[in-house]
């Protein structure tokens, strides 16, 4: 033993109390302290509740993320059709974030989280924000990176690659609230390939329609309906997600 | 730095009961201590939730007993009069026993001070600037004191027939 | 401390799995006895907020359960619960002691505090999936005891322990009844019997019989068993 722990031990002789605290009264005491600890807590951590679930988000998540950014900066040089090619792949993206904000109905955590102070529904919205606006952020990011390459606008850019992404995760929201696509979380993965297919992808014949569409938009001057398009989209979005999660923070019967 | 809040209940409690020598008060004393904190910080996980949880106990405290003089002091006085009184019964018994009657009776001969940052530093672990605070001295002044009060406990025990490494 | 649940149904399209039933809990362990489908699950899922009734309502100490404040006081363990795969099971408390909204070091020194009670401290760093039924359940009431809950709602807590397991759990729970609203399901008699000092026997979402329970009783399983025959 230590010398300190020695001289501790020796005036523990003396200042032990021979009356030790009332064990119920302490228990009771400190949990009301745990209480008043959250309910401060929880008041100014709506950030904390961020980081939170930054940390709990799967690498996968982001990677998929920056892969994209990757293809992009690979394929965009001295390629006309890239971005309805980026557009394409963006799909794919909406359907990862989607899952992972779902990830507790998929492994059964559901109706754990949904008992916590940082209920369910937060954890949802977090991710959704976080997941949400990082995808954006990278695909503006794209559209930043490859304007020197393209002919469009930043913002038309930004746009076309918008649609489809979005396009993916209305679907997958509305197919959330059936039964089938409870049941079925895939089913939105099944939905973004479709969608990719529409917007582009070159080995399948809708791809070159989609382009010549697009081109005929674009010559015209009607480009700014896709801007508004995504914008709205954008709100949809959103408000299909905050339906969404409003109906869900408590079970629903088939579920059950 | 972790805050386990149990553990600092303890240790304020040993405190408290140090001051007091009355289990129901000692225990009121904490949790007022907790609760005036937490309506003040809100987080006990401040760098000096610690030393203000001590600050307001010892108040409280000294509140109680400010004409009375330190609960401990007078206990001390007691206590050790009444052993005195009895010691040659007790010999024979538990050696843990008589060292804790030596051990009280050699802390009976230090300061009030010396005591206090005994078991602010030795024994509830309370770190040297934590105790500066609570006691209103600066940190060369605790470690200076400090030693001191190791140095007049060492010689004290001596007294009693207690030597050795410690 | 009071939980009142106040003439709360629950009715799905072809079946009513809660009937109108009104209760009272305090302070100490109430057993929630009732054959499989008997309404037990639903009854406790609308306590802890997961499930909305179809009318009635259920107040603790005034508050709604439907409010966050009340959960920050609960602990709830359900019948099945699953885990990320990843999870280890000092991650998977970590992970719910954020969610309930403690500190990183407190929610390190709890957790800690809490594997050694459920013992299972030497393999907390193992992944939950490698755990047995019983490990999980352990690992499930330690969750629920993250935040020293005053309400504490536990449904077939004891499905999957050994016989010393559900001893230990016994005089857990017996402890922590002291101070917290207790209610725990079961349709295993004797793990009730002398815990619990009070029972609600549910059949078909009714309250069959709901009162005290003490030892000089006689044999719960008996009584339990001659009601049920009607």
């Not at chain 1, 799967?58 to 990757?70: E, Y």
């Not at chain 2, 400010?66 to 050790?80: D, I, P």
């Not at chain 2, 940052?117 to 600066?138: T, Y």
Request: proline content about 3%; hydrophobic content about 45%.
């Amino acid at each position: 033993m230590t010398t300190e722990a020695k001289n501790r031990e020796l005036l523990l002789l003396f200042f032990e109390p021979d009356e030790k605290p009332d064990p119920a009264k302490k228990e009771a005491f400190l949990k009301n302290v745990m209480t008043g600890q959250i309910t401060r807590a929880t008041k100014m951590t709506l950030h904390r509740m961020l980081l939170i679930q930054v940390k709990y988000i799967r690498k996968t998540a982001w990677l998929a993320a920056l892969m994209i950014l990757l293809i992009a900066a690979l394929i965009t040089k001295g390629n006309p059709d890239s971005v309805l090619q980026i557009a394409a792949l963006t799909p794919l993206l909406a359907f990862v974030t989607e899952i992972e904000t779902r990830r507790s109905y998929a492994y059964g955590m559901a109706e754990l989280e949904m008992t916590t102070a940082f209920s369910l529904r937060s954890i949802r919205y977090a991710r959704f924000m976080i997941l949400g606006l990082f995808d954006m952020a990278v695909l503006a990011g794209i559209s930043l990176l490859i304007r020197k390459y393209v002919a469009m606008s930043v913002l038309l850019t930004l746009a076309h690659l918008l649609l489809p992404f979005l396009l993916t995760m209305t679907g997958a929201l509305l197919l959330e609230r059936t039964a089938f696509g409870r049941s079925h979380p895939y089913g939105s993965g099944v939905l973004a390939l479709l969608i990719s297919a529409g917007t582009g992808f070159l080995l399948l014949p809708a791809g070159p329609l989609a382009m010549s569409l697009n081109k005929t938009l674009i010559m015209q001057g009607y480009a700014w309906i896709l801007e508004i398009a995504a914008v709205l989209m954008l709100i949809t979005v959103i408000a299909l997600f905050c339906t969404n999660v409003k109906q869900e923070t408590e079970m629903t019967t088939l579920w059950s | 730095m972790s805050f386990d809040i149990s553990m600092q209940y303890d240790r304020l409690y040993r405190y408290c009961y140090y001051h007091t020598y009355n289990r129901i008060l000692a225990q009121d004393i904490v949790q007022e201590a907790f609760t005036r904190y937490m309506e003040r910080y809100g987080s006990l996980n401040e760098k000096n939730a610690v030393p203000y949880l001590y600050v307001i106990a010892r108040n409280l405290c000294i509140d109680h007993y400010r004409r009375q003089g330190t609960q401990a002091e007078k206990y001390l006085q007691e206590q050790t009069y009444e052993q005195e009184q009895t010691i040659g019964l007790t010999e024979s018994e538990d050696n843990t026993l008589i060292t804790k009657l030596s051990v009280q009776r050699a802390l009976s001969r230090l300061s009030e001070e010396e005591r206090e940052l005994l078991l602010l530093i030795s024994v509830n672990e309370v770190s040297a600037r934590e105790a500066g605070m609570i006691l209103g001295i600066s940190r060369f002044a605790v470690y200076r004191r400090l030693r001191l009060a190791q140095k007049h406990l060492r010689t004290e025990l001596g007294k009693e027939g207690i030597d050795g490494d410690y | 401390m009071e939980l009142r649940i106040d003439r709360v149904s629950k009715q799905y399209k072809n079946k009513i799995a809660v009937d109108r039933l009104s209760a009272t809990l305090h302070a100490g362990v109430t057993g929630l006895l009732g054959a499989n489908g008997a309404g037990k699950t639903t009854l406790m899922r609308m306590i802890c907020g997961v499930l909305t009734p179809t009318s009635g309502e259920i107040t603790y100490n005034g508050v709604p359960v439907s409010e966050e404040r009340y959960r920050s006081v609960l602990g709830y363990l359900p019948q099945e619960f699953g885990c990320y795969p990843e999870f280890s099971g000092r991650d998977f408390l970590l992970y719910f002691a954020a969610l309930k909204g403690m500190p990183r070091n407190e929610a390190e020194i709890r957790s800690e505090e809490l594997l050694e009670t459920v013992g299972l401290a030497d393999v907390s760093k193992k992944r939950v999936r490698t755990y047995s039924g019983g490990m999980k359940q352990r690992l499930g009431i330690a969750q629920a005891l993250l935040n020293r809950p005053q309400v504490l709602i536990l449904d077939e807590p004891t499905a999957g322990l050994d016989p010393m397991e559900r001893v230990r759990f016994r005089e857990l729970i017996g402890e922590i009844g002291k101070s917290s609203i207790v209610l725990l399901s079961t349709h295993i008699v004797s793990d009730v019997e002398h815990i619990a000092d009070h029972i609600l026997m549910m059949k078909n979402g009714q309250l069959l019989w709901q009162g005290e329970w003490k030892e000089s009783d006689g044999s719960l399983e008996e009584f339990y068993l001659r009601e049920f025959r009607e």
